[in-house]
T-cell receptor
Framework: KQEVTQIPAALSVPEGENLVLNCSFTDSAIYNLQWFRQDPGKGLTSLLLIQSSQREQTSGRLNASLDKSSGRSTLYIAASQPGDSATYLCAVQGTTDSWGKLQFGAGTQVVVTP | GAGVSQTPSNKVTEKGKYVELRCDPISGHTALYWYRQSLGQGPEFLIYFQGTGAADDSGLPNDRFFAVRPEGSVSTLKIQRTERGDSAVYLC???????????FGPGTRLTVL
């Protein structure tokens, strides 16, 4: 059974510092991995999707890496801003009988202080 | 274009009552998903549709939960004989096809008193 873990559960950094968010998963047989952002009381906003064959994806200040064999993904956010304050969730999509559905971690709550 | 929409945004009901939650996916998306999120947790998969049929309903917790998507677009999640433990945020997502990026709606917060 796939388990997805995000450590730390919470993180506070001063504005301008780079953010490093970690995600680990127990079953390396994944189809893709997706990073989301969730603001309080809101739905999820997709940030990046990495296919299992890819090593990384980039979008603006965001960069996500994937090491499937070791079951790890890292989301880097460069030069953090107060507007980056949110909860960040990673989710994996499996293959075969896990096809279609996402398995989520519990998230990392980020606060960027001015 | 319009994103995924969900109605109502909030629903308060009494224990034992029946509720329906609606999801309107992005136009043209064939795959639709329902998740449930409790406070401090990541979303938990409930069911997903490919077109009109439920491709995987393994996440539905028991037979009080049922979902339909009769015309391959709008979906309704139905909960019978609600219990206090059903209180959560119910999220809907859609994707162009299974395996593609999932786009989420704002959710319906269900409170069972």
């Amino acid at each position: 059974k796939q388990e997805v873990t995000q450590i730390p559960a919470a993180l506070s950094v001063p504005e301008g510092e780079n953010l490093v968010l970690n995600c680990s998963f127990t079953d390396s047989a994944i189809y893709n991995l997706q990073w989301f952002r969730q603001d309080p009381g809101k739905g999820l906003t997709s940030l990046l999707l990495i296919q299992s064959s890819q090593r990384e994806q980039t979008s603006g200040r965001l960069n996500a890496s994937l090491d499937k064999s070791s079951g790890r993904s890292t989301l880097y956010i460069a030069a953090s801003q107060p507007g980056d304050s949110a909860t960040y969730l990673c989710a994996v999509q499996g293959t075969t009988d896990s096809w279609g559905k996402l398995q989520f971690g519990a998230g990392t709550q980020v606060v960027v202080t001015p | 274009g319009a994103g995924v929409s969900q109605t109502p945004s909030n629903k308060v009901t009494e224990k034992g009552k029946y509720v329906e939650l609606r999801c309107d996916p992005i136009s043209g998306h064939t795959a639709l998903y329902w998740y449930r999120q409790s406070l401090g947790q990541g979303p938990e998969f409930l069911i997903y549709f490919q077109g009109t049929g439920a491709a995987d309903d393994s996440g539905l917790p028991n037979d009080r939960f049922f979902a339909v998507r009769p015309e391959g677009s709008v979906s309704t999640l139905k909960i019978q004989r609600t219990e206090r433990g059903d209180s959560a945020v119910y999220l809907c997502a859609s994707s162009a096809s299974p395996g593609d990026t999932q786009y989420f709606g704002p959710g319906t917060r269900l409170t069972v008193l």
